[in-house]
């Protein structure tokens, strides 16, 4: 009888080995994939954030086409980085291109059009679709900084700014 239970204690301890060691495992593999996750949310971070500065700069100085040129060559990243970037960014970013391509749109309609009146119309509203995009892809960097834990860098300013004298 005692041989059955030392082979039944035998028995548990290489089972409880075997659970041993395949929990930890485990633990490594999902350790392994956090760390892997983490590295590429900060490297997507920093390459969004390059791209949303970039697109700043060129949505400034550019046509609507180009931006949307732009777009079109950055595609293939942000597909690829969509999973490790803030939700919110996704959701600026396809909002830019939507209304640069709204842009685009109003562009050419402008170019077809004689009315004065319908003229001013359209630019005033290309003017609202302009300044909407430079609120959302600030709206993209407010993100990243939330995502990072980063506050993002501010400019002080005096509290009480003298009168101009004239």
């Known amino acids: 009888m005692f041989i059955v239970y030392m082979l039944f204690g035998a028995f548990l301890v290489l089972v409880g080995g075997f659970l041993a060691i395949w929990y930890q495992a485990k633990k490594v593999r999902q350790i ?18 390059n791209h949303i500065t970039d ?6 100085e550019n046509t609507p086409e180009q931006v949307l040129e732009w777009f079109s060559q950055n595609e293939k990243w942000f597909l690829n980085s969509r999973l490790f970037l803030p939700p919110n960014f996704a959701q600026k970013w396809l909002s830019i291109s939507k209304y640069c391509r709204r842009l685009v749109q109003l562009n ?50 005096p509290q009480d700014q003298p009168e101009p004298q004239t």
């Open 32 to 49: 392994h994939r956090e760390e892997i996750m983490a590295q590429r949310q900060v490297e997507a971070n920093a390459q969004g954030f």
């Open 108 to 157: 050419t309609k402008l170019k077809e059009i004689t009315d004065e009146l319908r003229k001013g119309g359209i630019i005033d509203e290309m003017r609202e679709y302009e300044s909407f995009c430079t609120k959302l892809a600030q709206e993209a960097l407010d993100e990243i900084y939330r995502d990072m834990n980063i506050a993002p860098i501010t400019i002080d300013e």
């Open 55 to 60: 697109l700043r700069s060129l949505m400034q």
